[in-house]
Nanobody, 114 residues
Framework: QVQLVESGGGLVQAGGSLRLSCAASGSIFRFRTMDWYRQAPGKERELVAS???????NYAGSMKGRFTISRDNAKNTVYLQMNSLKPEDTAVYYC????????WGQGTQVTVSS
């Protein structure tokens, strides 16, 4: 059974920081690319950042320089450090991995107040 469990969301003022965590079941995830996506109300889900099993990272343009994705393979956990948050970062953030098919976590709400 593949499970992804996100945590760390909440309410923060603009300019603040949050750190999201995604705990994945199964050691196979240490070799897989893992991603963070987000979905704001009325908008499509969009890619935020990705990290390969080897630690290479990729970010969507608006998140570069503010967000940092990292992973701890010993803990099967992926993190998303979000700094300088803006109201437009308000969304539900989802952890994702592709392993034969797409797997998603339940999502964690991030709300940034102005």
């Amino acid at each position: 059974q593949v499970q992804l469990v996100e945590s760390g969301g909440g309410l923060v003022q603009a300019g603040g920081s949050l750190r999201l965590s995604c705990a994945a079941s199964g050691s196979i995830f240490r070799f897989r690319t893992m991603d963070w996506y987000r979905q704001a109300p009325g908008k499509e889900r969009e890619l935020v950042a990705s990290i390969t099993g080897g630690g290479s990272t990729n970010y969507a343009g608006s998140m570069k320089g503010r967000f940092t994705i990292s992973r701890d393979n010993a803990k099967n956990t992926v993190y998303l450090q979000m700094n300088s948050l803006k109201p437009e970062d308000t969304a539900v953030y989802y952890c994702h991995v592709f392993l034969i098919r797409d797997y998603w976590g339940q999502g964690t709400q991030v709300t940034v107040s102005s």
